[in-house]
Nanobody, 121 residues
Framework: QVQLLESGGGLVQPGGSLSLSCTAT????????MGWYRQVPGKERELSAT???????EYADSVKGRFAISRDNAKNTVTLQVHSLKPEDTAVYYC???????????????WGPGNQVTVSS
């Protein structure tokens, strides 16, 4: 099994910045794509950004130019730097990873518990 531990959410003013971090622990053989998704009440969870082991990234149109995702493969961590925050960025942010664990021969999807980000003055 894999556990994803998130940190870094909180309250920030419009235009502000913060950093979200996620570390994967467990009997990990390897991790493929890692990413961040977000969800507001009453809506489906949506992609914010993903990153492959080689550093290739993908961003939702709504966050392009404001969010930056990075990862440290040696530490099994993924970080999301968020800038120029808007009230509509308020959501619960979830870390996501596709990982292979010891004794398994396929990638499984894992989710963190979620981290609240509130953008408000």
């Amino acid at each position: 099994q894999v556990q994803l531990l998130e940190s870094g959410g909180g309250l920030v003013q419009p235009g502000g910045s913060l950093s979200l971090s996620c570390t994967a622990t467990g009997n990990i053989v390897g991790i493929n794509v890692m990413g961040w998704y977000r969800q507001v009440p009453g809506k489906e969870r949506e992609l914010s950004a993903t990153i492959l082991p080689d550093g290739q990234t993908e961003y939702a149109d709504s966050v392009k130019g404001r969010f930056a995702i990075s990862r440290d493969n040696a530490k099994n961590t993924v970080t999301l730097q968020v800038h120029s925050l808007k009230p509509e960025d308020t959501a619960v942010y979830y870390c996501n990873a596709y990982a292979m664990v010891t004794g398994m021969w396929n990638l499984e999807e894992y989710w963190g518990p979620g981290n609240q980000v509130t953008v408000s003055s």
